[in-house]
Antibody, heavy 120, light 108 residues
Framework: QVHLVESGGGVVQPGTSLRLSCAAS????????MHWVRQAPGKGLEWVAS????????HYADSVKGRFTISRDNSKNTLYLQMSSLKAEDTALYFC?????????????WGQGTLVTVSS | EIVLTQSPATLSLSPGERATLSCRAS??????LAWYQQKPGQAPRLLIY???NRATGIPDRFSGSGSGTDFTLTISSLEPEDFAVYYC??????????FGGGTKVEIK
């Protein structure tokens, strides 16, 4: 049974950093692409970043490029999102999601999310 | 960036009725469109991928159609658990992966 559990969210001040984690279980983590998607309070879904299954490539939304870094540790079955220079507009529920393949772009399993609030 | 426009924003229907949701892309995306369902306080759930393929475990009352720029998600007969927000998402040209703004299906 596929299971994704995000952690690391919290209330932080603008300009600071935070690292989110996504612990995966129930599937062969190293053979799937992974994504971060966020949802601001009361708003729709916004793709944030993606990481290829073999760590050969990564992509970012323009809104986070240069500030966020996606990474993965296949030995720990964990996906990360290092967020720096946080802004109020980064406030959102952050979901990790599994790709249906190495990196296809369909997201078939999602965690429950971890809430990041950026506020002074 | 490919923009997805969903309509209507809200659909008010009764259980047992047919729901028809629309998603229009700003340029052709072939069949590379997915649909997700999100209930309050829950994560999104993949319903349909590549325009018309039901994801694992999705009831057959959900169906998807379309190609190019115009897509439709149809729920043939609404069950109480189907009242939720539905998002479309394209993977034809990414990054970025883009989502539509959502359609809320509410009880009339």
């Amino acid at each position: 049974q596929v299971h994704l559990v995000e952690s690391g969210g919290g209330v932080v001040q603008p300009g600071t950093s935070l690292r989110l984690s996504c612990a995966a279980s129930g599937f062969s983590f190293s053979t799937y692409g992974m994504h971060w998607v966020r949802q601001a309070p009361g708003k729709g879904l916004e793709w944030v970043a993606s990481f290829w299954f073999d760590r050969s490539n990564e992509h970012y939304a323009d809104s986070v490029k240069g500030r966020f870094t996606i990474s993965r540790d296949n030995s720990k079955n964990t996906l990360y999102l290092q967020m720096s220079s946080l802004k109020a507009e980064d406030t959102a529920l952050y979901f990790c999601a599994r790709d249906t393949g190495g990196i296809i772009g369909n997201l078939d399993y999602w965690g429950q999310g971890t809430l990041v609030t950026v506020s002074s | 960036e490919i923009v997805l426009t969903q309509s209507p924003a809200t659909l008010s229907l009764s259980p047992g009725e047919r729901a028809t949701l629309s998603c229009r892309a700003s340029q052709s995306i072939s069949f590379y469109l997915a649909w997700y369902q999100q209930k309050p306080g829950q994560a999104p759930r993949l319903l349909i991928y590549d325009a018309s393929n039901r994801a694992t475990g999705i009831p057959d009352r959900f169906s998807g159609s379309g190609s190019g720029t115009d897509f439709t998600l149809t729920i043939s007969s609404l069950e109480p658990e189907d009242f939720a927000v539905y998002y479309c998402q394209q993977r034809r040209a990414w990054p970025p992966l883009t989502f539509g703004g959502g359609t809320k299906v509410e009880i009339k």
